[in-house]
């Protein structure tokens, strides 16, 4: 299954938001700290609602502590940005692969930029900054399951 990484998330109802879907969809999420808020915090409680209780959540202490993990489980980093060229639907996904969301207020730094195994991008109007994060990871975590097969499969 593909996997979703957070990095210093700003905004517990977006992270709380992303949880939920990682539940749903049965993926795990990574929260690579420091984030801007306590990972207690009861706003992430609140958007992430019961379905915390369901979710995989991984916490990494620090983006070399993440980047180890991947490493070692051979994972490819995919990162969300409005600075790529190439269209999220336009990228072939394997479904080990990680989506990386940058931080709400920056992105993510100019070093992870440059160490990532891709860098895709949601089309947009001209003249809208960004899609919101969690709307984002939604957009992008679907298409990486329809690509690879790897729905949740209903009951039957």
């Known amino acids: 299954m593909p996997d979703i990484a957070l990095y210093q998330p700003d905004i517990p109802q977006n992270a709380g938001t992303i949880l939920r879907l990682g539940a749903c969809m049965g993926v795990t999420v990574h929260l690579i700290e420091p984030a801007g808020f306590p990972i207690s915090d009861s706003a992430l409680k609140r958007a992430g609602m019961d379905y915390l209780e369901r979710a995989t959540m991984r916490r990494h202490r620090s983006f070399a502590d993440f980047e180890l993990f991947r490493l070692t489980q051979n994972k490819r980093l ?52 960004s899609i919101n994060v969690a709307v984002s990871a939604g957009m992008a975590l679907g298409e990486v399951l329809r690509q690879t097969g790897t729905f949740p499969k209903n009951p039957d």
């Open 78 to 129: 995919i990162l969300l940005t409005t600075k790529a060229e190439v269209r999220y639907t336009d990228f072939e996904y394997r479904p080990d692969d990680v989506l990386l969301m940058g931080r709400e207020s920056t992105g993510v730094p100019q070093s992870i930029h440059d160490l990532v195994d891709a860098r895709l991008t949601i089309p947009m109007m001209e003249g809208m900054r």
